[in-house]
């Protein structure tokens, strides 16, 4: 009877153990593709900020143009005032934005490390049948 008992229990903590190492690379997976999309949004941050550096510098062009222009249109030079503002508080809201994903980026550097250690199983294809 004991050893009966004995057989239940280390059958128990055998699929206890599985189901802890499968959850713990489940877990890992999804830091992985984490950290994956946090690459992938600073990049594209990035390039933003770039483009807005460029809309920045071809703004100031253009308002220098507008000043040399004989006739001043009031209404032209409004707008781009509101556009200089706008793509301003873009850029720091980018920048702000990079910070924030930059500091993300070295937390979850360790468990990219640490889900490396465990490869997965490659991704199960969804595949259509018809009957």
């Given amino acids: 009877m004991t050893s009966l008992l004995l057989v239940i ?3 128990g903590a055998l699929l206890a153990l599985v189901t802890g190492v499968r959850a713990l690379r489940a877990w890992l997976r999804y830091r992985r593709a984490r950290a994956t999309l946090q690459d992938h949004m600073t990049e594209e941050v990035a390039g933003l900020l770039s483009r ?3 809309l920045e510098k071809n703004l100031s ?3 220098s143009r507008s000043q040399q222009l004989p006739i001043r ?3 032209l030079q409004e707008n781009l005032t509101t556009l200089r503002i706008l793509t301003s508080a873009l850029s720091i809201s980018l920048r702000q934005l990079q910070r924030v994903l930059s500091f993300n980026a070295l937390k979850t550097l360790s468990a ?3 889900s490396n250690l465990f ?3 490659p991704a199960a294809r969804n ?3 018809t009957d």
């Fill in 52 to 54: 807005t550096g460029e």
């Fill in 73 to 75: 249109i009031a209404e």
């Fill in 112 to 114: 990219v490390h640490l």
């Fill in 119 to 121: 490869p997965s199983r």
């Fill in 9 to 11: 229990a280390l059958i």
């Fill in 61 to 63: 062009a253009l308002d």
């Fill in 127 to 129: 595949v259509r049948r």
